[in-house]
């Protein structure tokens, strides 16, 4: 069975800190967030209890950060694939695909592809700088089973020309056993 994994982190520099005896809005947070607050907030993935809203929520770059895991982890649809979800089955991107696929140089340009594509379309606040798509082995002697694609871009407004960077140069890492 393939194993779809990502890997994140939160920057500290988007983390609220408030008191354990402060009864806690949401709408709190979201002025906290300053300069940032357009990006929006909401719940982030992966999904987890949080002792105060429930789920843990964010704003700001974990949020983006949160989007951009949902896109690549939702599978989209193609001519051959019904997407994963049923109001909207074309959301998310074809780096599931790429799990029964053959581990070789067409498959790193492919998941390249597939991830452009999907950022593209769907998140408007990411400028794709750049994708590196690499093998590597899992398990000693088992072959190059995980493909792993790492994302670098820019957090911006919106998507039109012209735009400013407002978190430049953010890093994520996606591993997908083949």
């Known amino acids: 069975m393939a194993?779809?994994?990502y890997v994140w982190q939160v920057a500290a520099a988007t983390a609220t800190v408030i008191a354990a005896d402060v009864p806690v809005s949401p709408l709190d947070r979201v002025v906290s967030l300053g300069a940032n607050a357009h990006l929006g907030y909401g719940l982030i993935r992966p999904?987890?209890?949080?002792?105060?809203?429930?789920?843990?929520?964010?704003?700001?770059?974990a949020l983006v950060r949160?989007?951009?895991?949902?896109?690549?982890?939702?599978?989209?649809s193609n001519a051959r694939i019904v997407g994963e979800l049923r109001w909207d089955t074309d959301r998310g991107s074809l780096v599931e695909v790429l799990r029964h696929m053959n581990n070789d140089d067409g498959l790193q340009e492919l998941g390249r592809?597939?991830?452009?594509?999907?950022?593209?379309?769907?998140?408007?606040?990411v400028l794709l700088s750049r994708v590196d798509v690499t093998r590597k082995e899992?398990?000693?002697?088992?072959?190059?089973?995980?493909l792993v694609i790492?994302?670098?871009?820019?957090?911006?407004?919106?998507?039109?020309?012209?735009?400013?960077?407002?978190?430049?140069?953010?890093s994520q890492v996606l591993q997908i056993t083949v």
């Open 3 to 5: 194993v779809l994994q």
């Open 47 to 61: 999904f987890q209890r949080d002792q105060k809203n429930d789920f843990a929520n964010a704003g700001a770059e």
């Open 66 to 76: 949160s989007a951009v895991g949902q896109i690549l982890g939702m599978r989209g």
């Open 113 to 125: 592809l597939y991830v452009a594509e999907a950022l593209q379309r769907w998140e408007p606040r």
């Open 138 to 146: 899992a398990v000693a002697g088992g072959g190059e089973n995980v």
């Open 150 to 170: 790492e994302l670098v871009y820019d957090i911006i407004k919106a998507n039109v020309p012209g735009n400013n960077v407002l978190i430049p140069d953010v």
